[in-house]
């Protein structure tokens, strides 16, 4: 009898954890590592054609935003940093804001400096405007919960805004 509780116990603890799991993991996943593949080649017009729009056109524009992320690689190349690799956790909640999805996605950027290796974590806040068929990205390093009220205006303030 033990054994049938402990079992149907575990079987809605799991159902439960797969229902608070967000449905879009998958492709937000593969949209982040595009984006991330598109950094890790250098490719900077391909890694903002995986930026949130609002962030390009409200920064100045595309080639004023192309000039932001060549002068972040400039600095790294000037302080001999490479970039090894970027990966990601499991993408956070889901939270309606506006006619957008937002969740926070974990990144983990992986640093080379000579022979010492380190790891910068921060979050990425991925958004879809098409009910989750694709993905841009906001990396939060470089924002904090008032300035992205001001590049999204729809901004869910539900969405816990993690400490980086």
Request: charged share 15%; glycine share 6%.
């Amino acid at each position: 009898m033990k054994t049938i509780i402990l079992s149907i116990f575990f079987s809605v603890c799991l159902v439960i954890g797969l229902q608070a799991q967000n449905k879009y993991s998958d492709v937000i996943l593969s949209y982040a590592k595009k984006s991330a593949d598109a950094q890790l080649a250098l490719n900077i017009d391909e890694y903002l054609n995986y930026m949130h729009p609002n962030i390009i056109e409200m920064g100045g524009g595309k080639d004023l935003a192309k000039q932001a992320v060549q002068q972040q690689l400039n600095t790294y190349k000037s302080m001999n940093v490479d970039v090894v690799s970027i990966t990601h956790g499991d993408p956070g909640p889901l939270v309606q804001a506006g006619s957008e999805l937002h969740c926070i996605v974990p990144a983990t950027t992986k640093l080379a400096q000579g022979d010492a290796e380190f790891d910068s974590v921060n979050n990425w806040l991925a958004i879809s405007s098409d009910d989750g068929q694709s993905w841009a990205f906001v990396d939060m390093s470089y924002y904090d919960a008032n300035s992205l009220k001001i590049y999204l205006p729809d901004y869910n303030s539900a969405l816990v805004y993690p400490q980086n």
